[in-house]
């Protein structure tokens, strides 16, 4: 079993960036895909950026390519989610979710493991 929690999500302005970390609870965590999605109010959940489990490949939407970044740090269980520029459509909960597995991308019912979820709101 995985246990993911997320955390650095807050209230912050147009324009400026944000940090969530997703801390991951699994041994030989380079084993799992990890990404990130997020579900505004009234929208199905989305794919935001995925990373593969060695780190070496990424994935991202392009409503985000080029703002933010996913990286992680399989010694520390922990994946980053760096997002920069960030608008007021960026606002929504955003979650960390695990897959076991070697490919970047996996669509959204593939990943096995979610996080709670923290929350993002960008005010213009």
């Known amino acids: 079993q995985v246990q993911l929690v997320e955390s650095g999500g807050r209230l912050v302005q147009a324009g400026d960036s944000l940090r969530l970390s997703c801390a991951a609870s699994v041994r030989a965590s380079s084993g799992y895909n990890m990404g990130w999605f997020r579900q505004a109010p009234g929208k199905d959940r989305e794919s935001v950026a995925a990373?593969?489990?060695?780190?070496?490949?990424?994935y991202y939407a392009n409503s985000v390519k080029g703002r933010f970044t996913i990286s992680r740090d399989n010694a520390k269980n922990m994946v980053y989610l760096q997002m920069n520029s960030l608008k007021p459509e960026d606002t929504a909960v955003y979650y960390c979710?695990?897959?076991?597995?070697?490919?970047?991308?996996?669509?959204?019912?593939?990943?096995?493991?979610w996080g709670q979820g923290t929350q993002v709101t960008v005010s213009s």
């Open positions: 990373i593969s489990g060695s780190g070496s490949s990424t």
């Open positions: 979710a695990a897959v076991g597995g070697r490919r970047t991308f996996y669509r959204r019912d593939e990943y096995q493991y």
